[in-house]
């Protein structure tokens, strides 16, 4: 077994001890912070590469080239290096230190760019890269390749569908790339069609490490997320999501800022329900936001 094998096949845990009606309304989190890059992005970046591989696109004489805000980055620069690659990753500058340490860790190329300016500037830079060396990098383009939403489609939805043990009546999520809101929302929808789909989406400022807020003209869409499988959108604060990660930790869970939003928007949907299952990620490891303060003044400390 190699370091890829160890993608995905993550539980899937029960948090109905954290709804407001426990015995009516269940919730289950899907534990992507066991994968070995230590999030959900694992899985995206092992089909993307290995597919690119297998297709001639990516050879020992390219760099494997995207931009993140910071755990597709690892994924890139673990999965890279397990195969023999280089990788070159372009983060927002506010990327926690924990994520940039890991990237260069296992031997990535880190570009920074301004942090005011958010995810859509790392997307721009990464593309302007590409345009002026194409011969020099393979570009995965995670917000554009489909074969990221395939990997949620068949891997992470397949998986809820196998673990749940009762019928879904919601999946609560955000968009970072699009793809797994889009692939584990298709492949739900296909299975019952009465299954609601609810968006978290973060404020702009200081926004949700990994989440976009969208919602203005200039905003990058991605090209992978399909909008009609929503059925509607809740606002989460940086505050609420910092809440519940506090709230996850005081229960044994060590997760990060985007699981504590998503957490925050399953409490908002399940608070509105008489019976349901609500299903949502916990898409990466709270050590990664340290330096970012998520812990600090959490409740219990002094």
């Known amino acids: ?7 995905g096949k993550t539980p899937l845990v029960d948090l109905s001890y954290l709804s407001p009606q426990p015995d009516r309304v269940h919730l289950y989190a899907k534990a992507e912070w066991k994968n070995p890059g230590g999030s959900l ?4 970046v092992k089909a993307m590469l290995t597919h690119a591989m297998q297709k001639g696109e990516l050879t020992k004489d390219k760099i494997v080239l995207d931009s993140s805000s910071g755990n597709a980055g690892i994924s890139y620069a673990m999965i890279a290096a397990a195969l023999g690659y280089r990788a070159q990753i372009v983060v927002p500058g506010n990327a926690s230190d924990e994520r940039k340490q890991r990237l260069i860790a ?3 190329e880190l570009i920074e760019t301004d942090p005011s300016e958010g995810y859509d500037e790392a997307m721009r830079h990464v593309r302007s890269l590409y345009r002026a060396h194409p011969d020099k990098y393979f570009f995965c383009d995670q917000y554009s390749n489909q074969l990221n939403v395939l990997s ?4 992470t939805a397949g998986e809820i569908l196998e673990q749940a043990p009762e019928a879904i009546t919601h999946f609560v999520c955000g968009v970072g790339t699009g793809g797994s809101i889009t692939g584990i929302s298709l492949r739900l929808k296909e299975h019952s069609d009465s299954i609601r789909v609810i968006a978290v989406r973060p404020e702009r400022w200081p926004g949700i490490e990994g989440l976009k ?3 203005e003209k200039e905003d990058i869409v991605p090209a992978i997320l399909q909008e009609d499988l929503i059925d509607a959108w809740i606002d989460v604060s940086a505050n609420e999501a910092k809440t519940w990660c506090n709230r996850l930790a005081k229960s044994g869970f060590f997760v990060g800022l985007s699981s504590g939003a998503y957490m925050a928007g399953c409490q908002r949907v ?24 998520l812990w600090k003044n959490a409740p219990g400390t002094t």
């Open 106 to 108: 296992h031997g990535a």
């Open 1 to 7: 077994m190699g370091l890829i094998d160890l993608i």
């Open 152 to 155: 949620h489609y068949h891997g």
């Open 270 to 293: 399940m608070k509105e329900l008489t019976y349901g299952a609500v299903v949502t990620l916990m898409c990466d490891l709270g050590e990664r936001y340290f330096s970012a303060g």
């Open 41 to 44: 992005k694992d899985r995206p």
């Open 213 to 215: 807020p969208l919602g």
